[in-house]
C-alpha cells in the first residue's frame, strides 16, 4: 500500500519566514505518529501543511489519491470560546459531514446516518441533544472525534487533544484513539506536550526544532539523544 503522506526535503513557513525547515518524512497507512516539540518548534505550522492550508516554501508534500478525495479529519486545540460553543451535540458532529454536503442547503439521510453512527461508535448517543459547552471535558473530546470521524475514515489529526483534560479523561481519550488505530485501522497524527503519554501510545515519533531531530520508531526515540534529553529520567516503555 502506497504511503498517505509523503514529505521530502519540504519547508513550510510565512511571509519569508520558514518554521519548518528541510522536513523528510512519510506517513504510512495505520500509522500512530506523535509530533512533540518545544514551543516554537514548527509543529502547528507542520500540522497546516499536512490539511494543504500551506503550501511548501521548498521541497514537496505528495498527498495519496485517496485522502485527498475522503479528506482528513481533524481535531484542533479548543480555546475556552470553543468549549463554550452554544449547539446541540449531534448539530456538532453532524458539521463534520460539511466537506460532503458542497452547496446542498440541508443535510441527506445518508449524512444523518453518519452522524448517528459516529455518535454511536463514541458511546455518545445519549447526549445528542446535550448542549455542548454543558458537557465535561472528556465528553467534549468524544463529540469532537466523531465530528471528525464524519470527514473520513481514513486519517485524524488530533493538535493538543488532551490539554485541559483531568487524569482519568486523559486515560480514556488515549484508550479511544488506541482502539481507533488498532481496530479500525485509522491513521492518526497527534501533536502533543504530553510526551510521557504518547510514547506510552504512538508507535512513531516525530520530534521536533524546525528541523526534525527524530523521526522513526517509538522504540528507538525512547534510547536516541533527542528521546532522553527530552523525557530525561524514567524513561518509559515505548510503541506497541
Known sequence: MKPFIVCEHADFGYENQDAVI?????????????????????????????????????????????????????????????????????????????????????YSLKEKRLAEQSMERMGITQLRAK????????????????????????????D?????????????????????????GITVVMVSHDVRGVVREADKILHMQQRALFFGPTADYVQSEAGKMFLGEGIPEGGR
Open 22 to 106: 528541510d522536513l523528510s518524512i512519510t506517513i504510512e497507512p495505520g500509522d500512530y505518529l506523535c509530533i512533540v516539540g518545544a514551543n516554537g518548534s514548527g509543529k502547528s505550522t507542520l500540522v497546516k501543511g499536512l490539511l494543504g492550508l500551506l503550501e511548501p516554501t521548498a521541497g514537496t508534500l505528495t498527498v495519496a489519491g485517496q485522502l485527498r478525495k475522503g479528506g482528513i479529519g481533524y481535531l484542533p486545540q479548543q480555546t475556552a470560546a470553543q468549549r463554550d460553543f452554544p449547539a446541540a451535540v449531534q448539530e456538532v458532529v453532524i458539521s463534520g459531514t460539511l466537506s460532503r454536503r458542497g452547496n446542498r442547503p440541508f
Open 131 to 158: 448542549c455542548y459547552r454543558e458537557l465535561s471535558g472528556g465528553q467534549q473530546q468524544r463529540v469532537l472525534i466523531a465530528r471528525a470521524l464524519c470527514a473520513t475514515e481514513q486519517m485524524l489529526i488530533l
Open 160 to 184: 493538543e487533544p488532551v490539554t485541559g483534560l483531568d487524569p482519568s479523561a486523559i486515560l480514556e481519550f488515549y484508550r479511544l484513539v488506541r482502539e481507533l488505530n488498532r481496530r479500525d
